[in-house]
């Protein structure tokens, strides 16, 4: 079984600042863990993925996560938001199965 | 990568109408996915696709109000038959990135609204 939870439904920034998107997950298996984007009226784009090599994960657009097993997270980080950065992000878990769990979502609102 | 397109990108039906809704990839894969994302929701999976074979429906979704076709590994429809208000939401579908990686691509989508 597999479970992801993202722990905030939004996130509200100001441009510039640091951004966390924070994700937990559950899986009876080593899992694959993804986050993936999706701007207003566009398809989901992956940002990065976590597949049991490098514990800090980078990705496109400045974004990294870094695998916590003992705390079963695997939070998305950027060091300084960007008003193109507004978009709805998906943290994914991928554990024993071809079918991935998707978590509900986190709103990610840049302030200029 | 895999290049992902979907008709009609959007579509305002009438309830009881069926609306078919295509995916076309630009190489051939082997397993082709349909998720539905209603408003404000998560991404659910509807089913699974492998060409030649049934599609692999996950629990809540039955092939009478679904029904999907792979007649080859690089295109696939979902059919939303008898429509309700209820099944407005975004449809996409999605491929697996090879043997070698467990990620998927997305296609765009398909925004459908019931009235």
């Known amino acids: 079984a597999q479970s992801v939870t993202q722990l905030d439904s939004h996130v509200s920034v100001s441009e510039g600042t640091p951004v966390l998107l924070r994700c937990n997950y559950s899986?009876?298996?080593?899992?694959?863990l993804f986050w993936y984007v999706q701007h207003p009226n566009k398809g989901l784009q992956l940002l990065l993925k976590?597949?049991?090599?490098?514990?800090l994960v980078k990705g496109i657009n400045g974004f990294e996560a870094e695998f916590k097993k003992s705390e079963t997270s695997f939070h998305l980080t950027k060091p300084s938001a960007h008003m193109s950065d507004a978009a709805e992000y998906f943290c994914?878990?991928?554990?024993?199965?071809?079918?991935?769990?998707f978590g509900r979502g986190t709103s990610l609102i840049v302030h200029p | 990568s895999a290049v992902i397109s979907q008709k009609p990108s959007r579509d305002i039906c009438q309830r009881g109408t069926s609306l078919t809704i295509q995916c076309q990839v630009d190489?051939?894969?082997?397993?082709m996915f349909w998720y539905r994302q209603q408003p404000g929701q998560s991404l659910t999976l509807i089913a699974t696709?492998?060409?030649?074979?049934?599609?692999?429906?996950e629990s809540g979704f039955v092939i009478d109000k679904f029904p999907i076709s792979r007649p080859n590994l690089t295109f696939s429809t979902l059919t939303v038959s008898n429509m309700s208000p209820e099944d407005s939401s975004i449809y996409l579908c999605?491929?697996?990135?090879?043997?070698?990686?467990?990620?998927?691509?997305f296609g765009p989508g398909t925004r459908l609204t019931v009235t």
């Open positions: 999605s491929v697996d990135a090879g043997t070698s990686s467990d990620e998927q691509y």
């Open positions: 899986s009876s298996y080593s899992p694959s």
């Open positions: 976590y597949t049991s090599a490098a514990t």
């Open positions: 994914v878990v991928l554990g024993g199965s071809y079918i991935p769990t």
């Open positions: 190489s051939q894969v082997t397993m």
């Open positions: 696709a492998n060409q030649g074979s049934e599609a692999t429906y």
